[in-house]
């Protein structure tokens, strides 16, 4: 197995730490809001890198975490006039409300900054005792940012060329402009914790770097985000973290590909913002699902209706090949796992492991007319190789009817129609009976004929 490895800029084998094991951190959701595409492009390529893994053997512990303290937060919850731990549960919620309707997994372990304020305060005590940090007199902390040898080794940058064009934070507590904030003195009225720099709260940064060590050591396998956490976020958290242990933080760094929105950059000031329950509230979580894992996770995804569309009939093909099957949940065909396993093993090559399916779809399509009982096996292929992206788990009559929400018909509308032309069909008057056919086919409708009677499937116009 072969990974890309952000910090190297190139793919590299695959060996953890311990035999058999996989250790991996992935940054989670500040939660002041509901999740966006963004988190759930995150969401669901860390679900199927995780599926994987353990569909390899691997015995994966996957850390997420929740980021419950910031000053986003603090803005929100005073906007709303709630209390901060009523908005973060209240998110935290529909976060996980959102990651199930996506078939997302849920995580091993999911701290919370607010449980390992003793672990921050601690690596911040470290940081200062060996010179990698300094209380200033307004109460914070900071981080010396040029004390570290090894400061931008993941972007590839020396921190001089970090501070042209970055958003430095001009503060005269600082001794560098480039040096970042560990720990944050409270304002009157703030949510705070005891430290031996005063009442305060932890910055951003440190809360990953404890947690992550907490849980899974100083140094471990995996870490993963989103494409916008490599600076500052990633490249603090590294030079937090092993200037405090001393150790390599992390073997191999991955980042998910951006969100995009009719080509354009998902912006609330461009209007083309979504959040994941928005777009569930009008599309099957399945499709959207499948539209995240069509493209590799490392690049770019165009959100837009038509790609969507294209999802939902990619998906119907693949359903459409299950219907009317028995599946056998044993069957085994040893060339199409083995081409599965080459794509993923690959850097978790999901456009060609979903060739893979959309090749066995094929072949059970033609075992349905050609060779009967080789179906049944060539649906448990499918389905089980489907299952490691987290896909084709619903049944083909549920999907391919559609949900309640897909339909611009009710389902005894849609009978009632039926009905109509069989009593066309049964009078001759066949011009009538293609008129409500094309009627359905034009509002998505496919009616099905056989000589069991009339079926109908949703299928994307």
Known sequence: ????????RRKEPFSPIVAGKVSMYVCGMTVYDYCHLGHAR???????ITRYLRHRGYDVTY?????????KILKRADENGESISALTERMIAAMHEDEARLNVLPPSQEPRATGHIGDIIAMIETLIEKGFAYPAANGDVYYRVRQ??????LNNRQPDDMRSGARVEVDVHKEDPLDFVLWKAAKPGEAHWHSPWGEGRPGWHIECSAMSTCCLGDTFDIHGGGPDLTFPHHENEIAQSEAATGKTYVNTWMHAGAVRVNQEKMSKSLGNFFTIRDVLAEHDPEVVRYLLVASHYRSAINYSVDSLVEARKSLT?????????????AGVSNEAAERFTAAMDDDFNTPEALAVLFDLARDLNRAKSDQPAEAPRLAGELKHLAGV???LQQTPQTFLKGSQQQMALSEADIEAKIADRQAAKANKDFAQADAIRDELAALGI???DSREGTTWVIEAP
């Open 446 to 448: 496919i009616l099905k």
């Open 1 to 8: 197995m072969h990974i890309y490895n952000t910090l190297t």
């Open 389 to 391: 992206l987290g896909l």
């Open 63 to 71: 850390v997420r975490n929740i980021t419950d303290i910031d000053d």
């Open 317 to 329: 093909r693949l359903y459409t090949a299950l219907e009317g099957v028995e599946v056998d949940e």
């Open 42 to 48: 995150v969401m669901v390529a860390f679900d199927v």
């Open 148 to 153: 570290f040898a090894g400061y931008g080794k």
